[in-house]
Nanobody
Framework: QEQLVESGGALVQPGGSLRLSCTAFTCEGSRFVFSWNSMSWYRQAAGKEREFVADITPESDRSIYADSVKGRFTISRDNSQNVLYLEMNSLNSEDTAVYYC???????WGRGTPVTVFS
């Protein structure tokens, strides 16, 4: 069974940086091939709906970002390791949320990793 596992969430002060990781685990016979799929990051703050953060194509030739993170966050991937990354800089309190990775366009999500920006 396919599984996405996020890591890297932490407490950080405003202006700080974090790098989140999402590792894709597959099993023999799985139809999910990480390197063939676009991958996304989403986040959900307490009391709010889950929102899109960033997406990257299989060969990393194109990425898109939510306006709220553009210029501060960078999505990347390592297909040789089945890992998706989210580099987050200039963090502020509005970035506090649980961050999830997703196989774009599919109902395959990780369980999330919490990021808290506090002063």
């Amino acid at each position: 069974q396919e599984q996405l596992v996020e890591s890297g969430g932490a407490l950080v002060q405003p202006g700080g940086s974090l790098r989140l990781s999402c590792t894709a685990f597959t099993c023999e016979g799985s139809r999910f091939v990480f390197s063939w799929n676009s991958m996304s990051w989403y986040r959900q703050a307490a009391g709010k709906e889950r929102e899109f953060v960033a997406d990257i194509t299989p060969e990393s030739d194109r990425s898109i970002y939510a306006d709220s993170v553009k210029g501060r966050f960078t999505i990347s991937r390592d297909n040789s390791q089945n890992v998706l990354y989210l580099e987050m800089n200039s963090l502020n309190s509005e970035d506090t949320a649980v961050y999830y990775c997703r196989r774009t366009g599919h109902n395959l999500w990780g369980r999330g990793t919490p990021v808290t920006v506090f002063s």
